[in-house]
């Protein structure tokens, strides 16, 4: 499926661009899935002026998207209508500050922020290296890990709206919850403030070495999946569900739900987005059906079907 070319009318209205537009470009690339169709017009912005101008002139009839790195995430096989923004080297830098605080775009990957941490001898950050993706999602997930939130160690973020407008949000702004804030849903995170507390290189990178190893040992982290499919219910953990509701291994086309972690569904190869996305829909009503529980879908589903 490809979707109508706008690439030549956006150029002639942002004439100010500084950033990249690829009409019909696959997502399924981006993915960790490897899944999915195409966006109608793929924009990397060069930095955060170049986000904010291009917000403040696109028509208002036009539909945005943000993916990140494509970690947490299942693009449908249509793919996705309007401009889809994927935020890349002009939000990649990260730097340390004084009071043992890192300042970083939202493309850095979360391993990244843990590393950069860690080097500088700044605690509380560690948990990062569990967590799959960019900061962005982190951001918009309340991300966390092995005892860790985003909550716990943000200090501000900015952030440009749909109309091009930059704010500055402080952590009390996000309104966290379990793998929720309560940011604008427009809202595009650019760079966020983290604060640490002193702490040894050596017992921090000891810590995200085990974290590591846990992972590995517990989780099928060199498949194509997406990560932890469902949130944890309150009381409960969804693999638990998932598990006694007899969906480990349970297959729909090439999607399965992993033998190892069973809130992890993986594309063994030649699975479709609907393929996972169905797959997940059947582990709900299976659990439901069991336990009375309703999963909710901790991956971020965009697009339209084939």
């Known amino acids: 499926m490809t979707f109508p070319d706008i690439t030549a009318d956006l150029s002639t209205r942002l004439p100010a661009l500084r950033g990249r537009l690829i009409a019909n470009q696959p997502l399924a690339e981006l993915t960790w899935f490897r899944v999915g169709g195409p966006a109608q017009l793929l924009f990397t912005p060069a930095d955060e002026a170049d986000l904010a101008y291009v917000l403040a002139h696109l ?10 790195l494509g970690s947490n995430l299942i693009v449908r096989d249509g793919g996705v209508a309007g401009v889809v923004i994927r935020l890349g080297r002009g939000f990649n830098e990260i730097t340390v500050e004084d009071g043992y605080r890192v300042r970083a775009g939202t493309a850095v990957p979360d391993v990244k922020l843990a590393r950069v941490a860690a080097d500088a001898g700044i605690d509380g950050l560690a948990f990062y290296r569990g967590i799959p ?16 939130e985003t909550k716990d ?3 501000e973020a900015r952030a440009v709206d749909r109309t091009g407008k930059v704010h500055v949000l402080a952590n009390a702004d996000f309104g966290f919850s379990y793998r929720h804030s ?5 809202f595009i995170f650019t760079s966020a403030l983290y604060q640490g507390r002193p702490g040894d290189p050596a017992t921090i990178l000891a810590e995200m ?14 498949e194509k999946t997406g990560g932890s499919t469902f949130k944890n219910p309150p009381g409960h953990k969804a693999w638990q569900l998932v598990d006694a509701a007899g969906c480990r291994g349970l297959r729909v ?17 030649g699975a479709t987005a609907a393929d ?31």
Request: aromatic residues 2%; negative net charge; contains cysteine.
């Open 59 to 68: 028509p208002a009839e036009i539909p945005v998207t943000v993916i990140g």
């Open 133 to 148: 993706g960019g900061l962005g999602g982190a951001l918009r997930m309340n991300a966390g890990a092995h005892g860790g």
């Open 153 to 155: 160690c943000l200090i």
């Open 182 to 186: 309560g940011a604008p849903a427009d």
């Open 209 to 222: 070495d085990r974290i590591t190893q846990a992972r590995e040992a517990s989780q099928p982290i060199r």
């Open 253 to 269: 086309g090439g999607a399965e739900v992993s033998q190892m972690h069973c809130n992890f569904l993986i594309n063994t190869g």
């Open 276 to 306: 996972i996305e169905g797959l997940g829909e059947e582990v709900r009503r299976r659990v439901k059906a069991q336990s009375g529980i309703e999963l909710e879908w901790e991956i971020k589903r965009i697009g339209v079907p084939a």
